[in-house]
C-alpha cells in the first residue's frame, strides 16, 4: 500500500519560512509529476508547485519567487521551501504524486501564518 507522509508545517509569522517534506512509502514506481497543492478554508484546492520527472517546474504567479519546490527521485520525496510567508498562505497543505496508473494524495501539514 502506497502512503505519502507530509511533514514540516507549523504556525509562523509573516515574513518567516518553512520546508515542507513529503515521502512516498510502498509499492510506487516511476513518479512523473510530484507536486503541493493547498486549501484553505472555505476554499477550493489550489496547485502550488509541480515538478515533472524531467525537472520542469510550475508555480503560480501568488507564491513565485517566494516558494521553491524540489524532489529527490532515489528517495521519492519532494519538498518545498517556502519563504517570505504571508497570511494569506495559510492553508493545508497537500503533496501529490502521480505514477503512469495512479494519483496519489498526502494527508495534509496544516500551515499557519500570523500577521
Known amino acids: 500500500q502506497v502512503r505519502l507522509v507530509e511533514s514540516g508545517g507549523g504556525l509562523v509569522q509573516a515574513g518567516g519560512s518553512l520546508r515542507l517534506s513529503c515521502a512516498a512509502s510502498?509499492?510506487?514506481?516511476?513518479?512523473?509529476?510530484m507536486g503541493w497543492y493547498r486549501q484553505a478554508p472555505g476554499k477550493q484546492r489550489e496547485l502550488v508547485a509541480t515538478?515533472?520527472?524531467?525537472?520542469?517546474?510550475n508555480y503560480p504567479d501568488s507564491v513565485k519567487g517566494r516558494f521553491t519546490i524540489s524532489r529527490d527521485n532515489a528517495k521519492n520525496t519532494v519538498h518545498l521551501q517556502m519563504s517570505s510567508l504571508k497570511p494569506e498562505d495559510t492553508a493545508v497543505y497537500y503533496c501529490?504524486?502521480?505514477?503512469?496508473?495512479?494519483?496519489?494524495w498526502g494527508q495534509g501539514t496544516q500551515v499557519t501564518v500570523s500577521s
Open positions: 501529490n504524486m502521480i505514477t503512469r496508473s495512479r494519483d496519489y
Open positions: 510502498g509499492p510506487i514506481f516511476r513518479i512523473n509529476d
Open positions: 515538478i515533472t520527472s524531467g525537472g520542469t517546474i
